[in-house]
């Protein structure tokens, strides 16, 4: 049975990209226009993996997907960085001085103002989704109007791009996450990076504590997010990235771990995808 990819977003949109990047092959997709439809179609077996962007180099964590992944039980199975690159796409035949109007995500206009201050008779245009843009454009062949979305947008649509890389901050990443109902994925000697979850007693030194036995174990901390937790005022849950040499310092460090804090969970056991 071929595996269903569930992103967010539809064909074109970053998501398609890292998931045809991640698998290395044309997947069937499910196009799902919210996180929650994402996480919906994976509990209901629509699709059996998902992609979830986790994290922007220049915008930091998108911290409700934490809380999505942590709530609904799903498991990071591997981790991909994509570089992220804005082109403003046309149809075919026309010029810049033609372009009335540019449509994207509010995000992906933020990220190339500069370059639209140097047109100042293009009107920017919030909408839902970069690809949804570019498709309505060849869709409904509409002139004078613009998309700003990644270069598989103007590929898929057949779309003219007039101007690329046009992101004011040129080394712009974003992490994106794999998902599933369950982590059983890699055998252990090719796990080198785990997600994990804990809650820690408000006690004076007990998150330094924490990170202490994760330097003896030789784990590499590479992001750590606090959260409140809801229901206790100024308590929080952490968030943690790691990476090692070894699964069994990771191994004896969760034994620690599990002992030191109230609550421990593993999010996912993975390979690393930093090049």
Known sequence: ??????????????????AQEYFQQDCDMDECMSFDDLVKSLLESKAQKGVMALENSIAGSIIPNYALIDRN????????????????????????????????????????????????????????????????????????IGAVAAPIAAK??????????????QSNKTRFVIVKKENKELPKEEINKASIKFELDDTAGSLATVLNVMNNCKLNLTKIQSMPIIEQPFQYSFFVDIIFEKYKHYEKAKKILELMTTHFKVLGEYKNGRK
């Open 73 to 144: 039980n799903l498991h990071i199975i591997g981790e991909h960085y994509l570089d992220i690159h804005m082109n403003l796409m046309v149809l075919k035949g026309q010029k810049i001085e033609d372009i009335k109007e540019v449509h994207s995500h509010p995000i992906a206009l933020l990220q190339c103002a500069v370059f639209f201050s140097q047109y100042p008779h293009i009107k920017l245009v919030e909408s839902g989704d970069t690809a949804e843009t570019a498709r309505r454009i060849q869709e409904q062949k509409l002139i004078g």
């Open 156 to 169: 898929l649509y057949d779309l003219d791009i007039l101007a690329a890389g046009i992101h004011t901050i």
């Open 1 to 18: 049975m071929e595996t269903k990819i569930a992103i967010q977003g539809i064909k074109g949109s970053f998501h398609h990209q890292v």
